[in-house]
């Protein structure tokens, strides 16, 4: 029997999830790392301005500080009114006390002088330029200029004290650069899911080496680990394997004790197969203690997948197949870590119109759920290349997965189909 998507995708969320909990309970659960570390990691617990946002009231325009109440009152609609230029204040000066009946040419984030409360822009001034400070001089402003206009008060974003970011927040710009604006330099966070990548097979060579005869380079390491790392997790190591059961059980036997990963991945050699690697060393013989269930999910691409545990450490064993790969990490492993990590961002699922030539269909397998790539260019989605779990080319020319579900057989052009954005 095939196992569903959701059974095989639930199982993977039970695998991960106490994968993470033994990590949590662990000695170097929480890490603190500077700002620039900070990018896509997950603060470990509250942080609390300790200064106000801004932290004194400063001026939102280049123009004159005054008091508001000395513009003159209502009845003076549309009239002007003289104050004396006092000495400017420009950004980063302490701005002192406003003398009684000046104005004070202000730039834009200076310090706002005691006692001003509004700021009239340079450009409603007469004369509308700032010119170099000289005693005497003296400038018309509007009358009733209301209390509070063009100023940011102290405190007005975030006052010091107040809950800045809570524990759990996914640090990205937005959330550094407010951060760095408290003056914080170092952050606690989460640590990253530690992950053993492995690749097997004799046929494999590693990207600048040089093939023999009946081998292709290794896509698979490149592929996960860049997908991995842009999951927010942490590859301690990616490497290909020979294609004999009882160094593929030492060697692995000794990354776990050198690496210590939250979860091992492999890719190849679990299907059926004569020469199937991972299915023969992990297979229960006593080579290396694992409890593995090597299962068939009714998933194209991607069907054969491995999990379980070895040595006490989480496994999961995908396809070899380049394309199965990346579709066993998008429908099973990347969004199990959206969950369980809250890193990366779940994918944006949308249904659009299917984009095909005239008369023509995108058929799926009936009882098989069906990913096929494709590229969404705003209105619909064209498939690229067909369902083979060897087209590279094709994946990597796509930026979104086409959801055909078990139930769904076929689809004309228009019809509406699903598809995650890549």
Not at 273 to 288: I, N
Not at 311 to 330: D, H, I, K, M, Y
Request: glycine residues 12%; neutral net charge; proline residues 9%.
């Amino acid at each position: 029997m095939r196992r569903a998507v959701s059974d095989h995708r639930n199982q993977v969320l039970e695998l991960v999830r106490g994968a993470w909990q033994r990590r949590l309970a662990g000695a170097g659960a929480v890490q603190t790392v500077s700002l620039a570390g900070a990018v896509q990691r997950v603060l470990a617990s509250d942080i609390a301005a300790p200064v106000s946002l801004p932290p004194f009231a400063n001026s939102q325009m280049d123009g004159y500080a005054v008091i508001s109440g000395a513009t003159g009152s209502a009845g003076a609609t549309g009239s002007t009114v003289e104050f004396d230029v006092a000495p400017p204040v420009p950004a980063g000066r302490a701005a002192g006390q406003l003398p009684p009946g000046c104005a004070v040419p202000v730039m834009t984030g200076a310090m706002l002088p005691a006692g001003a409360d509004a700021v009239v822009p340079v450009e409603q001034a007469v004369p509308d330029s700032f010119a170099p400070f000289e005693p005497g001089r003296r400038v018309a402003l509007p009358a009733n200029v209301p209390a509070g206009q063009f100023v940011r008060a102290a405190g007005s974003d975030i006052e010091a004290g107040a809950l800045a970011l809570p524990a759990g927040t996914v640090l990205k710009a937005a959330q550094l650069g407010l951060l760095a604006a408290l003056g914080i330099a170092e952050v606690p966070v989460l640590p990253r899911l530690r992950v053993l990548l492995l690749s097997t097979g004799d046929e494999v060579v590693a990207p600048g080496g040089t093939l023999g005869p009946g081998q292709i380079y290794d896509a698979n390491t490149t592929l996960l680990s860049a997908a991995l790392a842009e999951a927010g997790c942490e590859v301690v190591s990616g490497r290909i394997l020979a294609d004999a059961p009882e160094p593929f059980a030492r060697a692995l036997a000794a990354d776990l004790d050198r690496f210590v990963p939250d979860l091992v991945l492999s890719t190849g050699g679990i299907s059926k197969g004569a020469f199937e690697v991972v299915k023969q060393a992990l297979a229960g013989d006593g080579t290396v203690r694992a409890a593995v269930d090597f299962v068939s999910v009714a998933m194209q691409p991607g069907g054969p997948q491995g999990i379980g545990s070895v040595l006490g450490t989480a496994f999961l064993g995908f396809p070899g197949n380049p394309v199965s790969c990346l579709v066993s990490f998008e429908m099973f492993l990347r969004p199990v870590l959206s969950t369980v990590l809250a890193v990366p961002a779940p994918r944006t699922v949308l249904n659009v119109p299917l984009r095909l030539p005239a008369g023509g269909t995108l058929d799926s397998p009936a009882g098989i759920h069906q990913v096929r790539r494709g590229w969404y260019n705003g209105a619909a989605v064209l498939p690229m290349g067909g369902p083979g779990s060897h087209l590279v080319h094709a994946l990597a020319r796509s930026n979104a997965l086409i959801q055909l579900p078990e139930d769904l057989i076929r689809r004309e052009a228009g019809q509406n189909v699903e598809i995650w954005l890549l």
